[in-house]
């Protein structure tokens, strides 16, 4: 269902209907296709822990075949970014009382489900869950104090830390996180972390950062030109020498201005060029005229959790919004745990270098048009089993 981007249980239930699916699916995959019904049924009993271990040993299996050895964070930690999104809205609360509930100017009262998720990060695009938790309240009454999404990151780094207790790990995270909870959880299971630092937040350490700034502040210039000339990019990266001192632990600050100019054919500026762009970090390692870019290259790249993560699961066809299992809670975070096995086998077929060579030579090809021609192929060809009979191992070569 969500690798083919069937929106629904009804879409793929209508899709068995169809010409030869469940025959090639059976031809393909070596299992009966069942009805979404009996899945519904099966999902709600299925302890939801299972699929996140299996969801976990496929992702360290890729890790011990060194698939991502090439984009670890100066060459020793694998960058994992951290953040929540909601994925529905109801209009009453469930019968365990789990989900969490805003109240609007008028009294309206709106419940939804929240995750948090650390996901692996990679430069290339890929974003692959490591492991998810819910921001769910333990079926007390609207009147008592939810949970937050803070409480579920300490939750999730246990989770995290028991499925890859010896991974090298970065945590990348936005301005809600520079606490002493959780600098301490990061130092506990010994991660590194990169957290993002907001203008109005943390009003002591940024008056220390402007007290010690002009003494021991560093720079480094970067110039860089893009599309054969016509876009030029100018970056200052800064950074303090000395560490500071937040909530009892120790703490590193670098930022990066970026300032990007567009050129026509006859060499002048096109319109009114954008403001220049600031990113301010703290972090546990200690940025140097050596590692400051790459540093700064990855606290960016926390975006992809909310990009190649988060947005494409709601609008790139996996329908994280849409309300899979209305009854049982249970059963929704398994629908949501198949999805993330759903978009990490997806991105691995669609990072293949064959497939993304195909797309990059073709610009009117998009991903969601290929599942959609994999999906046709299923309903309608006459395949032959044959076909699918291993010969010889084969290897997939991710691209750069």
Known sequence: MFLFRETS????????????????????????????????????????????????????????????????????????????????????????????????????????????????????????????????????????????????????????????????????????????????????????????????????????????????????EVHRREAKGAVHTHQLYRWIDAPLSHAGHTVYWFGCTETVTRYGKDGKPLGKQGAPTAFVWLSSQKATAENVQELATAGRDRWKIENEGFNTQKNGGFALGHKFSRKSFNSYKNYYQCMQLAHLTSQLAEHAANIAGMIKDDPKLTIIHFWKQALAWLTTALIDTGEFEPTSRCQIRLRQ
Not at 195 to 203: G, P
Request: charged share 25%.
């Open 9 to 220: 249980r009804n879409a793929i239930n209508n899709d068995r209907k169809e010409g030869n699916f469940c025959q090639s699916y059976f031809k393909v995959f070596k299992q009966r296709l069942p009805h979404l019904d009996t899945v519904e049924d099966y999902l709600r009993l299925l302890d939801c822990t299972e699929l996140e271990k299996l969801k976990a040993a496929l992702v360290a299996g890729l890790i011990e075949q060194k698939v991502f050895y090439r984009f670890r964070l100066l060459g020793s930690h694998y960058t994992v970014a951290v953040d929540g999104t909601g994925t529905n809205s109801y209009a009453e609360n469930d019968a365990q009382q789990t989900r969490l509930h805003k109240t609007s100017k008028n009294g309206k009262v709106t419940y939804y489900h929240h995750v948090v998720e650390a996901k692996l990060i990679t430069s290339s695009g890929l974003c692959i869950s490591l492991a998810s938790e819910w921001v769910a309240n333990d079926g007390g009454t609207e009147f008592k104090k939810q949970d937050c999404e803070q409480k579920a990151f300490a939750r999730l780094a246990g989770t995290l830390k028991k499925l890859f207790p010896r991974l090298p790990v970065c945590i990348l995270a936005d301005g809600l996180y520079p606490n002493k909870t959780f600098m301490q959880t990061c130092k506990g299971n010994g991660w590194e972390f990169i957290v993002m630092l907001k203008d109005e937040s943390l009003k002591t350490l940024q008056q220390d950062i402007a007290d010690i700034e002009n003494k021991h502040r560093r720079s480094v």
